[in-house]
């Protein structure tokens, strides 16, 4: 079955670049996204890579993606406090159903 | 501004007493989903629309019921809550085709709180 893993906590000061990783199962996946939730809302879309891709950056995000190891992770370069939040990976898996992973929460220090 | 609007943002029901959550969007997208999302946990799928057409999660109770009379709105109907079914519930909605056709688009979410 698909399953998609995630560290539960990140924790960096405020400057530095935060990296956060993913592995997910699903050879077939087509997309993979990244989701920021902040407390008491809903998912964010911040952003998404096609599975023949390997890097997509978007401004301070940058996602690269290794397809043999099945490896996604999004660096967050000059983290602010306002990037405090959790960060969900996704996949687009069988029934074109997305797949969320845990969540790690990211704890920036100022 | 295009968007999912869930309301209430937060809801309070009595163990046992029939609940009704509501979903309404602007996008004009074809697919909606409910979720329900525990604490520090993923959203979990409960059901989705295609359309008109329902499709229901294996493991979603017989607790949980739809309903989407038009193409802009979307109801969760909890017949008989119990505690364990106090979480966030989130709406989502994406268009077929397109770009990126799996893209979902999700609202604030309701909390819901069982006593």
């Known amino acids: 079955g698909e399953d998609v893993e995630q560290s539960l906590f990140l924790s960096v000061r405020e400057g530095d670049s935060s990296v956060i990783n993913c592995t997910y199962t699903d050879s077939s996946s087509t997309y993979l996204y990244w989701y920021k939730q902040e407390p008491g809302a809903g998912l964010q879309l911040l952003t998404y890579?096609?599975?023949?891709?390997d890097m997509k950056q978007d401004q301070r995000l940058t996602v690269l993606l290794n397809k043999k190891d099945k490896h996604l992770s999004l660096r967050i370069a000059d983290t602010q406090t306002g990037d405090s939040a959790i960060y969900f990976c996704a996949e687009i898996g069988a029934g074109n159903m997305l797949t969320f992973g845990g969540g790690t929460r990211l704890m920036v220090k100022p | 501004d295009a968007m999912v609007i869930q309301n209430p943002r937060y809801q309070v029901t009595q163990f046992g007493k029939p609940v009704t959550l509501s979903c309404s969007q602007t996008l004009n997208h074809n697919v909606m989903y409910w979720y329900q999302q525990k604490s520090s946990q993923a959203p979990k799928l409960l059901f989705h629309?295609?359309?008109?057409?329902?499709?229901n999660e294996a493991d979603t109770p017989d607790n949980f019921q739809s309903r989407r009379p038009n193409t802009s709105f979307c109801f969760l109907d909890i017949r008989s809550p119990g505690l364990g079914d106090a979480a966030m519930y989130l709406c989502a909605t994406s268009r077929e085709g397109g770009q990126n056709p799996y893209e979902q688009y999700f609202g604030p979410g309701t909390r819901l709180t069982v006593t």
């Open positions: 890579i096609f599975s023949n891709m």
């Open positions: 629309y295609y359309d008109k057409d329902f499709n």
